[in-house]
């Protein structure tokens, strides 16, 4: 089981606070720094100093770092073109030398899309452009250097494009899909990406999502291997005092993340993450909500990584 270290700079956090947590992960021994994209605080938080760019940052992080892999859970559809969002992306995976994933999703809060003046469409047609962004991001990608890339679609078109520049990675950093949809979202997991994540779901809702996935890739007669991922929120302590601080300090109650994330002890939280590997995951998603608490990163590579 690889751990990652996932994390949502728009509930407050500077790029300054990010290469901390970053060069933590790294040094501690963990698999990838993850981070959301998101440009508006959820809850009652400050969000100061204010939202940051996830591609500006990984592409920073991508010259701070060395050797772990670094993306996002996830990029929205709805924040950006395909085709300038592929450049960035293949940008970054050049800066970083090959290391970065991309997770890739249709876009869901509406209001931080009211409060930039970015389109929101409905599910439907979110759905539909995420699709045709899917084709065009990974087909640009995969584009043979000197041929010319084109597509017409209904969004999205696009005219002998030189498909430039290339990711470091041959045929483009790893896609990510994420979510709990029964029917459109296995059938793009299952035609686009290298990953299935489900994100904040219950053991019994992971085990459905991980089946509807496992058939798609069965329907579309997919031979390539598919990882399987899960993210939780964790709060792990040594004893009921410290992980009631920790608690407390993202503004949740204990009896509840232990019921839905991964929370308690070193040892609780193994049996946890072990109980996902059981249904197929082959890498968890720490998400860390207090980015001033490098103790937190130390105490689970102390004690939670060399177990599982």
Request: charged share 25%; glycine share 12%.
């Amino acid at each position: 089981m690889l751990l990652r270290i996932f994390t949502e700079p728009q509930q407050g956090a500077s790029y300054e606070t990010l290469l901390r947590v970053a060069k933590a992960t790294e040094d501690l021994g963990f698999n990838a720094f993850f981070r959301s994209d998101h440009y508006l605080k959820m809850g009652d938080v400050s969000g100061l100093p204010g939202p940051t760019d996830s591609w500006v940052t990984l592409g920073a992080l991508a010259r701070e770092t060395s050797r772990i892999r670094l993306g996002t859970l996830v990029t929205a559809a709805t924040f950006r073109l395909p085709g300038p969002l592929a450049i960035s992306v293949a940008q970054v995976d050049d800066m970083s030398g090959g290391r970065i994933d991309f997770g890739f999703g249709t876009g869901w809060f509406e209001a931080e899309h009211t409060a930039y003046g970015i389109p929101f469409p409905g599910l439907r047609e979110r759905f539909d452009r995420f699709e045709e962004q899917l084709e065009i991001v990974t087909g640009l990608w995969r584009t043979p250097v000197g041929e010319t890339y084109s597509f017409d679609g209904e969004y999205y078109r696009l005219a002998e494009s030189p498909a430039l520049p290339k990711p470091a990675q041959a045929g483009g950093p790893p896609v990510i899909i994420g979510g709990g949809g029964p029917k459109r979202t296995p059938r793009l997991a299952a035609r686009f990406a290298q990953e299935y994540n489900t994100p904040f779901m219950g053991l019994d809702d992971v085990k459905a999502a991980y089946g509807r996935v496992r058939a798609a890739c069965d329907e579309a007669g997919r031979t390539e291997p598919m990882v399987y991922s899960a993210a939780q929120v964790v709060c792990c302590g040594r004893d009921e005092a410290e992980i009631k601080r920790r608690a407390e300090a993202i503004g949740r109650d204990v009896a509840e993340l232990r019921e839905n994330g991964l929370a308690g002890t070193p040892a609780e939280v193994v049996d946890r993450i072990g109980e996902f590997g059981a249904l197929g995951s082959e890498r968890m998603y720490l998400q860390v909500l207090d980015l001033d608490d490098l103790d937190h990163l130390e105490l689970l590579a102390a004690e939670v990584l060399p177990k599982v």
